[in-house]
């Protein structure tokens, strides 16, 4: 089973600031690698798929790089709508697909 | 509207049973992955089962044997039905659509305590 790390577990920052979120898989997982967005109360919603695409209606300040087992959401300027929980899944190999535990962005 | 709408939660004892339903408009879950996910109170995603090509079916290791996904081409709807539940089956249990989990419902609560 392909584990996901994700780092840091809380990010504190300020709206207009960057955001640098991490993702680490256990093994080569190429580039299949997606991001969520999560809000208290709500379905998760995809952000990035195969570690770079942007999901249909995901603005443009989004944007997800790297491949085998190290990968990165960057935001580029926080906005107030942003701060939210977001994890990576792998879909490389499977079953399972399986979700890192999840980074929490909140307002610094 | 492309959408999935859950239903069939509710509180259960342990042991019990239930169905989950997961409605799909405006695409068909005949040609479609179609996932479950779960997410315990305060605690992260969990992929559950999926059903794809025909009738392929996979599921995690903590549910095989007591849950299985199936689909209804004609209604356009995919099922959980959860037997032998257990407390740590306590989730709110999503549907999403495709190995890119493109689309998700908004989730249907599922408690099991006696």
């Known amino acids: 089973e392909i584990v996901l790390t994700q780092s840091p577990a809380t990010l504190s920052l300020s709206p207009g600031e960057r955001a640098t979120l991490s993702c680490r898989a256990s093994q080569n997982i190429n580039k299949y690698l997606a991001w969520f967005q999560q809000k208290p109360g709500q379905a998760p919603r995809l952000l990035i798929y195969d570690a770079s695409n942007r999901a249909t209606g995901i603005p443009a300040r989004f944007s997800g790089s790297g491949s085998g087992t190290d990968f990165t959401l960057t935001i580029s300027s926080l906005e107030p709508e942003d701060f939210a929980v977001y994890y990576c899944q792998q879909r490389s190999i499977w079953p399972p697909f399986t979700f890192g535990p999840g980074t929490k962005v909140d307002i610094k | 509207e492309v959408q999935l709408v859950e239903s069939g939660g509710g509180l259960v004892q342990p042991g019990g049973s239930l169905r989950l339903s997961c409605a799909a408009s405006g695409f068909t879950v005949s040609s479609s992955y179609m996932s479950w996910v779960r997410q315990a109170p305060g605690k992260g995603l969990e992929w559950v089962s999926v059903i794809y090509g025909g009738d392929k079916t996979s599921h995690a290791d903590f549910v095989k044997g007591r849950f299985t996904i199936s689909r209804d081409n004609l209604k356009n709807t995919i099922y959980l039905q959860m037997d032998s539940l257990r407390a740590e089956d306590t989730a709110m249990y999503y549907c999403?659509?495709?190995?890119?989990?493109?689309?998700w419902g908004q989730g249907t609560r599922v408690t099991v305590s006696s």
């Open positions: 999403a659509r495709d190995v890119t989990f493109d689309l």
